[in-house]
């Protein structure tokens, strides 16, 4: 049996993973809130918009990728969605966990551009966490739709509780959003060899 038979995403699964999704931009909008000191609203909501709006795209562009493959790689579907999840769950885990002086060189302002590298940046692991969903029985615009606003409330959020909590309370948030990820993983492949 196809993952795609096997497993769908509750509402609560949906929940976790766009918000798993967002807390790499959590962690750098924490750095950049704390550099900047007391960002404008104006920055805050630039951030959270386009931060947003790159990871809502992203997962779209992994599962239009993973839906042209799917008819070939079937037999496997599963471990391929496992692998992903747990792949970018781990690396999530491991940035959390590992020391990154170079976060803490974020310059006050940064330009659109920079802006938008980082958010593309950030947002790769949607696309292949895009790519999973691709093997599953889902409503990529819901979800994607879900990871977008996720996003943007948390990178707007994490503009401006920066200057609070501090860059590591931001590490040990994405350190916990990898490790969900690991385990939405393990649930799809659980349910599958269940089936």
Not at 88 to 103: C, F, K, Q, S
Not at 154 to 170: P, Q
């Amino acid at each position: 049996m196809r993952v795609r038979e096997a497993f769908q995403m509750s509402f609560f699964a949906i929940i976790v993973l766009a918000f798993s999704m967002s807390m790499d931009a959590f962690a750098v909008s924490v750095g950049r809130g704390a550099a900047m000191g007391r960002p404008r609203l104006s920055e805050t909501i630039r951030t959270g918009v386009v931060f947003g709006v790159v990871e809502a795209i992203t997962p779209v562009i992994g599962w239009g990728a993973g839906v042209a493959a799917a008819n070939f790689v079937s037999a496997v579907d599963h471990w391929i969605a496992f692998s992903l999840l747990a792949a970018v769950g781990a690396n999530m885990l491991h940035a959390a966990i590992r020391n990154r002086p170079e976060e803490k060189e974020v310059r006050p302002t940064m330009s659109f551009a920079v802006l938008m590298a980082t958010a593309i940046g950030t947002s790769l692991d949607a696309m292949a966490v895009g790519v999973s969903l691709a093997f599953l029985q889902v409503n990529i615009l819901v979800i994607a739709t879900a990871i977008g606003a996720a996003t943007f409330l948390m990178s707007s959020g994490g503009m401006l509780v920066g200057r609070l909590i501090g860059e590591r309370f931001g590490r040990i948030a994405e350190g916990v959003a990898g490790v969900a990820l690991i385990g939405l993983g393990g649930s799809i492949l659980y349910e599958h060899l269940l089936a």
